[in-house]
């Protein structure tokens, strides 16, 4: 498997823009997870999925931001409108819940989108 | 509130050393314990996960280990390399809830 793939791997914008990031997770997980890594605040969940639905989006920041998972090998996280402060490492992550007997939820990240808002 | 604390934040051991990086965790109803390492500009790789009914984990020369009543693991590291700079960071998934709860991390230096 190739892995959770993310893209872009880099991406610069002005403030204002809207800003996509997308994410392709392992294929057959069940679980999908967004987080923000910054110097200051270190790794944050923004929201996480299971099976497609969203179950937990209490680490979004504001209304500014969004994300939806269409189908189980797709999600999206936009920023709209972006500003300096969203200026990040965005990872996106998976894991599978597995067979009832070896349940283990380990989690496999992405390369990471670094976002620059200026 | 669930925090997950890494000490120290930094470490610069020569090569060959063995070492000990440590995390603790304030409630003790966790699920399992991953650890995770970092390079710069790069993802988070998964090293080892404990489950919670486990007491350690070995993959080559790591051991990881976790003691739930005193809310601490360690990540043991046998005969250090450089290549194995980098930052080490452990994240605690609870019984409730299926996110990780991370640690700050501990940023590794090997010196050759």
């Known amino acids: 498997d190739a892995g959770v793939i993310q893209s872009p791997r880099h991406e610069v914008t002005e403030m204002g823009q809207e800003v996509t990031l997308r994410c392709k997770p392992i294929s057959g997980h069940d679980y999908l997870f967004w987080y923000r890594q910054t110097m200051m605040r270190g790794l944050e969940l923004l929201i996480y999925f299971n099976n497609n639905v969203p179950i937990d989006d209490s680490g979004m920041p504001e209304d500014r931001f969004s994300a939806k998972m269409p189908n189980a090998s797709f999600s999206t996280l936009k920023i709209q409108p972006s500003e300096p402060r969203d200026s990040a490492v965005y990872f996106c992550?998976?894991?599978?819940?597995?067979?009832?007997?070896?349940?283990?939820?380990?989690?496999?990240f992405g390369p990471g989108t670094r976002l620059t808002v200026t | 509130k669930q925090e997950v604390t890494q000490i120290p934040a930094a470490l610069s051991v020569p090569e060959g050393e063995n070492l000990v990086l440590n995390c603790s965790f304030t409630d003790s109803a966790i699920y399992n314990l991953q650890w995770f390492r970092q390079d710069p500009g790069k993802g988070l790789t998964s090293l080892l996960l404990i489950q919670s009914s486990q007491r350690e984990q070995t993959s080559g020369r790591l051991n990881a280990s976790l003691d739930k009543s005193s809310g601490r693991s360690t990540l043991y590291i046998a005969a250090s390399q450089p290549g194995d700079s980098a930052t080490y960071l452990c994240a605690v998934k609870y019984d409730a809830g299926n996110m990780l709860t991370f640690g700050g991390g501990t940023r590794l230096m090997v010196k050759p």
């Open positions: 992550a998976s894991s599978s819940s597995g067979r009832a007997s070896q349940k283990t939820y380990e989690q496999y």
